[in-house]
């Protein structure tokens, strides 16, 4: 178990209590953070750490929580792909794909929800809940269900069936709220008081530090070597704050020299981080999400907003955003040239990186590493499918279809 040092807000430095339930700062209400003490590195660790079982809790001695009490999927150390052919069509010579869609619930989700449970289990929690675009409600769900504690789960009524679908077989109990993520998410928060859950909102700092396993995986899959560019689809801001604070952490300890350029990946009709870096603002000021394909990152008041814009910022990177027809089309690359169908949120790191490689700040010889977050069967649909053929089951039908390529 990683030692956690100190529990304290990174904007205003207010001091936490780490043995008190997850709370954001009481002066100026910033998610807090946990700092691990790092003292235990010893010469060899990361030796070890390469030959333990593959999985996210290899890095245990990073994590706040007790590993041999970890609730696991085995989740973690998802394939960092080479992906050629769609380097190619992005005019990058030095792409690599982090395919997160290949998690147990097929979403980034896992990565904190593995240390949340652990953490509620460990704490002896009655039940555990969240409120979620449709993934992390998922990932609670099978967690919980792994930990043998009940989970509450509330969703937008408008979430992919296919999500709501998943949380149910896994025993939640949902709710479907009429009304945004944005609302969902508020009244999650007045629920959370009056039913005493354990949360496993992007507020609670526990949670938070499995998503720095990003930043682990891909400095040794990259043999040290740190990339230029990371892009990763953001909706609360974790993805982004988390994979920097892992990757400063590695700076710390000598293991990595520099940081990578962050870059946060938003839908245009939800970008109030990309409003804000582009604003030169302090803050990050809550906007009313749009409709958009990119269900999954519809947040209007990013949870981790201001800390997003902080991690881009101090490490040189970018906010920028992209419509829903180039997140479809970057969604039909990755799906036609990468063989990965994501669901659209997902894409928002690859349609960024072109965006950003077209404008001349990212250049084609730079190392850059687009996090793909959430797998396509979540939100089934819109890529444009190749024709589908109906045909009797005789050759002379499946001849006739083949020559006139006519789709039914
Ligand atoms: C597929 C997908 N990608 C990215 C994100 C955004 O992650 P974060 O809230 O850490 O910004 C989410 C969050 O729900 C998601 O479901
Ligand atoms: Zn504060």
Not at 113 to 119: E, F, N, Y
Not at 268 to 283: K, L, M, S
Request: aromatic share 6%.
């Amino acid at each position: 178990m990683g030692r956690p040092a100190r529990l304290a807000c990174p904007r205003c430095g207010e001091p936490g209590d780490l043995a008190a339930p997850p709370a954001v700062c009481a002066r100026c209400g910033t998610v807090m953070e946990i700092e691990i003490d790092l003292g235990f590195a010893r010469p060899g660790l990361a030796e070890r750490i390469r030959r333990r079982p593959r999985g996210l809790w290899r890095w245990h001695e990073f994590l706040p929580v007790d590993a041999s009490r970890g609730i696991t999927l085995g989740e973690g150390d998802t394939p960092l792909l080479n992906a050629p052919r769609l380097a190619r069509e992005l005019g990058l010579e030095r792409l690599r794909v982090k395919n997160d869609t290949v998690l147990p619930t097929g979403s980034l989700k896992d990565r904190s929800v593995t240390v949340a449970l652990t953490h509620a289990r460990t704490l002896g929690a009655g039940a555990v809940g969240v409120a979620s675009s449709g993934n992390h409600a998922a990932s609670v769900a099978a967690y919980a269900a792994a930990a043998g504690v009940p989970a509450v789960v509330m969703v937008p009524a408008a979430t992919s069936p296919a999500k709501v679908l998943q949380a149910r077989a896994h025993g939640a109990t949902l709710l479907a709220v009429r009304a945004s993520f944005d609302a969902t998410f508020a009244l999650f928060k007045e629920a959370l008081k009056a039913f005493g859950w354990y949360s496993c909102l992007s507020t609670n700092p526990w949670r938070n530090e499995g998503k720095k396993s990003y930043a682990f995986e891909t400095w040794e899959d990259l043999r040290g070597e740190t990339p230029d560019w990371i892009l990763h689809p953001v909706g609360g801001g974790l993805g982004v704050t988390a994979c920097w604070k892992g990757w400063r952490e590695l700076v710390e300890l000598g293991w990595a020299s520099r940081v990578p350029r962050m870059v946060a990946a938003q839908p245009t009709a939800a970008d109030p981080i990309t409003r804000a870096f582009e604003a030169g603002a302090d803050d990050v000021a809550p906007i009313a999400a749009a409709d958009t394909v990119a269900q999954a990152i519809a947040v209007g008041a990013p949870s981790l907003g201001w800390r997003c814009l902080d991690a881009v910022r101090r490490s040189s990177g970018a906010a920028a955003s992209a419509t829903d027809a180039e997140l479809l089309e970057a969604q039909a690359l990755l799906a036609r040239t990468a063989g990965i169908y994501c669901e659209p949120s997902a894409a928002a790191s690859v349609a960024v990186a072109r965006r950003l490689r077209r404008d001349g700040r990212i250049k084609a010889t730079d190392l850059v590493v687009c996090v793909v977050t959430g797998h396509g069967l979540k939100q089934p649909g819109p890529v444009e499918p190749a024709p589908m053929h109906t045909v009797e089951p005789t050759l002379a039908a499946v001849e006739a279809a083949l020559s006139k390529g006519d789709p039914t």
